[in-house]
C-alpha cells in the first residue's frame, strides 16, 4: 500500500473476514476467509461503461493548464497537442482567449466513478481567426485515423 491509499474491512466477531482494496481500472482485490482456516484472494473486475465526455475551454495562460483546469484527463492534453502539432505550435502559436473543444470517450464504473480515459473523438481549437479540427473516423477498411 502506498501513502493515501486505503482498504475496507470487514470484521467478524473479533476477526478479519474480508478485506477490500480498489485497484486500478476499477478492479478490487478481495481477501477473504479467517485467521484460522486462512484467506483466499481473488482480483473482481469492474463492469465498466464508456461514457462521451465534450470540454470546452478558454485559454487564460497555457493550453494545458486551461485543458486540465476543464478536467481533461493529462494522458488526452498529450494526444490532443500531438493531433494539431503538425499544424500548431503550442508554446508560440496559442494566445489569451483561443479556444478549445474536446469530444473524447472515458470508462466509468457501474456506480459512475472514473476508471480510466479513453479516445478522442472529435477535436477542435481556434487561435484568433485560424480554426482547425479533426474527427475520428473509421475506414472501410476498419483502420482509424483523425481527420
Keep these: 500500500m502506498r501513502s493515501g491509499e486505503s482498504i475496507a474491512i470487514k470484521r467478524q466477531a473479533g476477526d478479519i473476514v474480508e478485506l477490500r482494496k480498489k485497484l486500478p481500472q476499477g478492479a478490487t482485490l478481495v481477501l477473504a476467509g479467517n485467521s484460522k482456516d486462512g484467506y483466499t484472494g481473488e482480483i473482481q473486475k469492474a463492469k465498466l ?16 493548464t486551461a485543458a486540465l483546469d476543464m478536467d481533461l484527463p493529462y494522458a488526452l492534453v498529450d494526444d490532443f497537442v500531438d493531433l494539431f502539432s503538425n499544424r500548431v505550435e503550442f508554446r508560440k502559436d496559442i494566445s489569451t482567449g483561443d479556444t478549445f473543444s474536446v469530444k473524447f470517450t472515458e470508462e466509468r464504473s457501474v456506480d459512475g466513478s472514473y476508471v480510466a480515459p479513453g479516445i478522442i473523438t472529435a477535436a477542435s481549437i481556434k487561435l484568433g481567426d485560424k480554426f482547425f479540427a479533426a474527427v475520428r473516423d473509421i475506414g472501410p477498411d476498419g483502420t482509424v485515423q483523425l481527420l
Design 49 to 64: 461503461i464508456e461514457k462521451e465526455r465534450t470540454v470546452n475551454g478558454t485559454v487564460i495562460s497555457t493550453f494545458a
